[in-house]
């Protein structure tokens, strides 16, 4: 697939906005390599900067955490993309947008035909200066760019994202239980995880830390949220059970960030195994969370203590890229959360 091959004329020259300098910007940093500028880069930097246009790609799931971590994904491979986003008719950027862009660096014929469409939606409309609106909504006309497949790889399409510029009410519903949605928003980057600090908050934001690729790492996250989300004063390995579950079903439901760097391999045999693990034996998240939330009755009885302290399983785990060693070691001790894994076996069968 590739894009349109017409070239469009240049039309008069809009200055940019200080909002759509930045995205420029941003999206000269995101290339691959010394390559041109695409589509790919322009959507992916126009998710950063603080504006409607970035509320829209947000509202449809496209954040800077995973258009940074598809771009990471597809570097330097030459099957990334089925879209060419016509880089055969890369020009200089100066010939889009003049003096208003530094000399050296291409956009890709399609980024060229999006800046191009952008310029003349600034002349129609009398505007003083290019905005980051209309460089998105042209961006998003391209069906065939490469900032279109992204948005399917993401699992929408331009004119969802569209739609949602024109005033629609984002739908919040991805298909994930309720009560995952807040480990969903912390993958994408909607929330930042409290206990790392300001400073680290800001890293994790700033640099779109894809906490899908480092599963061991977002269960550490996760436990330590959901002890204060079930009210609970100290965590222990049935709270590691239940982040790891939350973990693997909302990375199973955006394969496209917990593949990040795998080349193909089986997320389900390698990061995932200790989740794919535990829904064989028929155990999810629901029915743990609901288990834990029952725990003062007999019928879950999970006892005080476990035989070793819950951040010896962590660090013991955090040599494999995955969370099976994690779920063996859970399963194989004398720990609380394998009283409750044995005590929904009982209840089920």
Same mark, same amino acid.
């Given at each position: ?15 940019? @906005? ?48 995973? $258009? ?16 060419? @986003? ?16 530094? %000399? ?23 505007? %003083? %200066?290019?905005?980051?609106? $209309? ?30 510029? @024109? ?14 949605? %807040? ?37 550490? $996250? ?17 709270? =590691? ?39 064989? $034996? ?12 029952? @725990? ?17 399983? =962590? ?10 060693? =994690? ?23």
């Amino acid at each position: 697939m590739t894009s349109h091959p017409g070239q469009s004329p240049t039309p008069t020259v809009v200055e940019p @906005d200080w909002s759509t300098a930045g995205v420029l910007g941003a999206a000269r940093g995101a290339r691959d390599d010394e390559g041109p500028i695409g589509t790919e880069q322009l959507l992916a930097a126009l998710t950063d900067e603080g504006s409607t246009a970035r509320r829209a790609l947000a509202d449809a799931r496209v954040t800077k955490t995973v $258009m940074l971590s598809l771009l990471r994904d597809r570097a330097g491979r030459a099957d990334a993309w089925t879209s060419t @986003d016509d880089i055969a008719r890369s020009v200089d950027i100066q010939v889009a947008l003049g003096e208003h862009a530094a %000399k050296g660096v291409q956009l890709t014929g399609a980024a060229r035909r999006a800046v191009d469409t952008a310029m003349a939606t600034a002349v129609q409309q009398r505007a %003083k %200066k290019l905005t980051t609106i $209309m460089l998105l909504r042209a961006v998003l006309q391209d069906e065939q760019s490469r900032a279109a497949e992204a948005l399917r790889i993401c699992g929408t399409t331009p004119a969802a994202v569209i739609a949602l510029l @024109d005033g629609a009410e984002p739908d919040p519903d991805d298909g994930l239980d309720l009560m995952l949605w %807040k480990t969903r928003d912390g993958l994408l980057g909607h929330r930042a995880y409290r206990s790392l600090g300001f400073f680290k908050r800001w890293l994790v934001i700033s640099a779109g830390v894809n906490w899908s690729s480092t599963p061991i790492a977002w269960v550490k $996250m996760e436990a330590e949220v959901h002890v204060k989300w079930l009210g609970h004063d100290e965590q222990r390995t049935e709270h =590691l059970l239940l982040a790891v579950l939350a973990t693997h079903e909302v990375a199973v439901h955006y394969p496209h960030l917990a593949a990040e760097g795998l080349a193909g391999a089986n997320l389900l045999d390698t990061r995932y195994a200790g989740g794919r693990r535990l829904h064989e $034996m028929g155990v999810d998240y629901a029915s743990v969370w609901s288990a834990i939330d029952r @725990d003062e009755s007999e019928r879950f009885a999970l006892g005080a203590e476990d035989s070793r302290a819950v951040g010896k399983y =962590l660090d013991a785990a955090a040599s494999d890229s995955g969370t099976g060693p =994690l779920v063996e070691a859970l399963l194989r001790d004398d720990t609380r959360a394998r009283r409750l894994v044995e005590a929904l076996d009982a209840v089920g069968g």
